[in-house]
């Protein structure tokens, strides 16, 4: 017997790319009857919401709109968990497509095959850009220094922490929910606590889909930025999974301020001795800099460098700013939720109107 799917996707601000998304999960070969999908708006400015209710109301498959009012996507995931029907739970992004229809029938069919409760996949940066900034993101971050979402093909049994994003409603039974302490992070913390509890987590490349990469410097580095704050929680409350790699961002932006004041406070000879073996960094982004132009042309290459610069003092800037701010996303939720009681959810735009 089949089971019945909830597909869960918080989003806030996601007009453009939502509807596609959408579109390509009512087209799967699954039945109708055997899933719902579960948008969780996060306050959006851009309609999303509004849209989403107009345009897919009478459908086969069940299409619900929730409110988030705290905009942070732990608590969206959350509000889609308790409001879902399904045996088990897909999270997916608003800014994702679905390469094939057989997402939902492949996830039935390897939960049935395995007896896994959590599911991974890869999540490779292969949506269209629409910006060649956008471009020149998704490749570098493809990178090995890239420090790029979980794009690796492997079918077996795996520990979940970098791509579970499928699980039994039985796991958050034995589990709890995600921990709204965390932003974005959140998927990973709560991936550790599953591996904790013993479920088993099982990875296929079937179930890939394809992330679309922030199109400009600056959403890049308030990602980036997001991602250093939640590693920097991670590692507080799980500090026996932390690693070197995990702080690698806040080195670099720790070396290039002691480069910066070595140059101007020292002599040139005790500077250049200090910083010297700060260069293989510049090194190893120039060698990466120029692999990616040579397969994708110079377009790519002389913007590359700027999106290491950007990945790597973005989270260490998240890091060190967690580390002196800890209570941040904490207060930040409560100050939504007080909002969310002072003002009405987001109405039509007159673009809804119009659509």
Request: aromatic share 8%; with cysteine.
């Amino acid at each position: 017997m089949l089971p019945y799917l909830s597909v869960i996707v918080p989003v806030r601000n996601e007009r453009k790319m939502l509807p596609g998304l959408i579109d390509q999960l009512l087209e799967q070969n699954y039945p109708p009857e055997l899933y719902e999908i579960i948008v969780v708006d996060g306050r959006s400015e851009d309609g999303t919401a509004d849209l989403v209710r107009r345009r897919y109301s009478n459908r086969r498959v069940r299409v619900r709109v929730l409110d988030n009012p705290t905009t942070c996507s732990s608590a969206g995931r959350n509000a889609g968990i308790r409001a879902a029907s399904g045996d088990a739970m897909i999270f997916l992004t608003g800014h994702c497509t679905i390469p094939t229809r057989e997402l939902l029938a492949d996830t039935a069919e390897i939960l049935e095959t395995t007896g896994a409760g959590c599911l991974c996949r890869p999540e490779p940066l292969l949506a269209a850009p629409d910006t060649r900034m956008g471009e020149a993101i998704a490749r570098a971050r493809a990178t090995r220094i890239g420090r790029g979402p979980d794009a690796e093909e492997i079918t077996g049994y795996v520990e979940p922490l970098s791509s579970g994003e499928t699980y039994l409603q039985s796991v958050f039974q034995q589990v709890g929910l995600f921990d709204e302490n965390f932003d974005d992070f959140s998927g990973l913390e709560f991936n550790e606590r599953v591996r904790k509890a013993g479920v088993r987590a099982y990875s296929d490349p079937r179930l890939a889909v394809h992330e679309k990469a922030p199109q400009k410097l600056r959403g890049l580095l308030n990602e980036m930025f997001q991602y250093g704050r939640g590693m920097s929680r991670f590692m507080r409350k799980h500090p026996e999974r932390s690693s070197v790699a995990d702080i690698a961002p806040l080195g670099v932006l720790l070396a290039v301020l002691l480069a910066l004041f070595a140059w101007s406070q020292l002599p040139a000879w005790m500077a250049g001795t200090i910083t010297l073996p700060l260069a293989m960094f510049p090194v190893a982004v120039l060698i990466t800099s120029m692999q990616i132009g040579a397969r994708y042309g110079f377009r790519s290459a002389w913007r590359a460098p700027l999106v290491f610069a950007t990945i790597y003092f973005g989270q260490g800037f998240g890091l060190l700013y967690e580390y002196v701010f800890p209570d941040g996303l904490r207060l930040r939720n409560k100050l939504a939720s007080v909002m969310a009681f002072r003002r009405p959810v987001e109405g039509a735009s007159k673009a809804d109107r119009a659509a």
